[in-house]
């Protein structure tokens, strides 16, 4: 088939029947081409046109083939390929004439099928209830379809049904080099950064209570893709070309009296200061690349906000997760190990120094107790001609703030303790080093110099975590009768992980025997 016929096909795979005035609209195609195809397709018994005159319309046959949609697909702005979907099957097909590299998991030389969508589209759509409600109640729906309608996902794919492929304007002639905007795009901010600032969003939104999606960022927790208007103070949605998400109080989580859930696994009160104090620390402290993030008191409750990173000037920079890498789906990110990710880790990032700062956040997760760590929660920019850097750090928090026995990491690292996700030494870490070729004494020398930032300047933190109280009393239900403050599980999370640091022989291992003496109950951090 031509690309017009191709086109017409789709559209009505899409459409079902219509007339050649409206597929004339939907296509652009000249009335003149659009005839002559329809003719061609009739004589081969693809379509079949029904009634006469002006009234007439036209529909799909199907013989013994599958009813099959087309998608085609976009990345840095450049047409890559169709995928091609229905019945079950999927397949992808690269266009002749695009010269650029593979896709995750598609070669060049084939045409790839499976009977689940690839990897590396399906890690690009939300997660679980989020993903239902871009799915919606069409049955016939497909999950490939629901790509068409990911307005701002991460990375820089864009998806259009292959009659729509008219539409799509990508001139990324112009885009700057993520490196020369770097500061611009991550921004700085203290802690805690607090914006004073209206949410003109409505409360459905806020409560994920709508029926539809507001933000088409993967993962499980509810997001709304918003834009800051910093002169007047105020933030609004935008589904389009947003440089900034929320996530917004999740009652879920945050509701001790929730009956369908149980205190000890899933009570996280407070979560968007969690995540807001740990990424601050990383930025402002270790020196990692972490994007502008802050705090927005609304409706009694604290939401966290956070830049992105894979956008700039309406511009979207490629980048993938390790489980798209790894060819995993997004139900499975925890379903792996920390060797297969340092695998794929050394694989993937350009220099040495970046894969010793994959090893510097990974040993800082532990630090923290950021168990909900995964293969979705790491992955890989590229800065320019596939030059592929660690990105930047994104939903970092402490379960280990709330639940002391909870894993340091969210998977295991299997040598030299068989699938250990806690309780980890230093040397625990030096094998992944290993893996990516950083020198021990190396990591030892960053591993020594996080775990002392932490033990030197984490109580600050904590200090200037007090500046909330003006917003709120950051109370925390102990048991039905019995509270505490987000303060007090703060102090308490430093002082038993200084305390661990010193059982599991960390520090002295790092030369660190003199912070022994804060273990003492004199020494230990009170409010």
Known sequence: MTKSQKIIVDLLEEKVELTLGEMQTLTQI????????????????????????????????????LPLKSIVVFKNGEKVGHLNFGGGLYEFKYYDNYKGGELLGLPKDVITKAHELFTVFENLIP???????????????DL?????????????????????????????????NWTTVKNKILGEHEYPNILEFDILIDDEIIEAASKVEHSHLSGNQNKIDISIDFE????????????????????DIANYFNSHKQFSKSYYPYISVNEHLFMSFAKNELGFNVPYSALVKAKDEFHYIAKRYDRHDNFKYEQYDYAQYLGIKSENKYKSSSEELFEAINKTLYTKKEKLEALRFYFYSFVLKHSDLHLKNMGFLNIGRDKMILTPLYDVISVGLYNNEADDIGLSINVPYKHQKKNFRVSSFYHLADIVGVDRAVFKNEAKTIVKTFI????????????????????????????????HKLAGFYNKRVERFKKLGILEELGLNEYESLLKNENRIKI
Not at 150 to 166: A, C, I, M, R, V
């Open 30 to 65: 000249p009335k003149s081409t659009l005839i002559d195809n329809l003719k061609k397709l009739l004589k081969d018994e693809k379509i079949n046109k029904v009634g006469k005159g002006k009234g007439s319309y036209y529909q799909r046959v199907y013989k013994d083939e």
């Open 127 to 141: 997660e679980y209830a989020r993903r239902e409600k871009l799915l919606g109640f069409d049955k016939a729906m």
């Open 144 to 176: 490939a379809d629901t790509l068409v309608k990911l307005k701002n996902t991460h990375g820089s794919y864009d998806f259009l049904y292959s009659y729509d492929e008219y539409k799509y304007k990508g001139n990324y002639s112009q885009r700057k």
């Open 232 to 251: 007047n103070h105020k933030i609004v949605e935008n589904l389009e070309n947003a440089d900034y998400l929320m996530k917004p109080h999740n009652p």
């Open 456 to 487: 030197d300047i984490f109580p600050t933190y904590i200090e200037m975590t007090k500046k909330l109280l003006e917003y709120d009393d950051l109370k925390i239900y102990k048991t039905r009768n019995s509270k505490t403050t987000m303060l």
